[in-house]
């Protein structure tokens, strides 16, 4: 069975730094996907930044950018120049190419401090 | 381009009623997800649908729980008789394909509170 892995449940940022969430995922499949999903206090679920499994090259959205290492299953977020409106959850999840179903990890909660 | 849309937003009831959540997914989406979200078991998925038609619905706690979907642009989940232990976050959400890179939009959930 699949499964991801958030081990910091809590993390926290000055404004302007950078800070870096990590994930790690468990699977015997070769060709996935992985997404990196915010939910801000208003609740909604926004995606952030995804990486399919054959693109060596990192993904990368403005501020946010992943490091995806392959071979030891981790895809950590990177959020540069960190933004109040950056303070939410943060979920990490993963999908077989041959599979409809998500599977997230249990949330990384990012607090963004003056 | 309007997103996913959930309703109601709040709903408070009493354990033994019946609970209906509805959701409109974005306009050709073919596949329509429904998600709880708890503070002990986070976001699972519970059932979803292909072209209307159910796919997987191995996430459906148990019999009291029953999602429809009439139509593309209609989606309904359904508790009945509601239980304290169902208070949580609902969503729903669609893609364009269940497939490839394409993701899931979420609808903005429901929170349902059973007293």
């Known amino acids: 069975a699949q499964t991801v892995t958030q081990s910091q449940p809590e993390m926290s940022v000055q404004e302007a730094e950078t800070v870096t969430l990590s994930c790690t995922y468990d699977t015997s499949e070769s060709d996935y996907y992985l997404f990196w999903y915010k939910q801000p206090p208003s609740r909604q679920m926004i995606l952030v930044i995804r990486?399919?499994?054959?693109?060596?090259q990192n993904a990368t959205e403005n501020r946010f950018s992943v490091n995806f290492q392959k071979a030891a299953k981790s895809f950590s977020l990177k959020i540069s120049d960190s933004q109040l409106g950056d303070a939410a959850m943060y979920f990490c999840a993963y999908r077989p190419r041959t599979a409809s179903k998500l599977t997230f990890g249990t949330g990384t909660r990012l607090q963004v401090t003056l | 381009d309007a997103g996913v849309i959930q309703s109601p937003r709040h709903e408070v009831t009493e354990m033994g009623q019946e609970v209906t959540l509805r959701c409109k997914p974005i306009?050709?989406?073919?596949?329509l997800f429904w998600y709880r979200q708890t503070m002990m078991r986070g976001l699972e998925l519970l059932i979803y649908?292909?072209?209307?038609?159910?796919?997987?619905d191995s996430g459906m706690p148990e019999d009291r729980f029953s999602a429809k979907m009439p139509n593309a642009s209609f989606s309904t989940l359904k508790i009945q008789p509601s239980e304290p232990r169902d208070s949580a976050v609902y969503f729903c959400?669609?893609?364009?394909?269940?497939?490839?890179?394409?993701?899931?939009?979420f609808g903005d959930g429901t929170r349902l509170s059973i007293l």
């Open positions: 649908f292909n072209n209307n038609v159910p796919i997987d």
């Open positions: 306009s050709g989406h073919d596949y």
């Open positions: 990486q399919e499994a054959y693109k060596q």
């Open positions: 959400a669609s893609s364009s394909t269940g497939f490839g890179n394409q993701p899931q939009h």
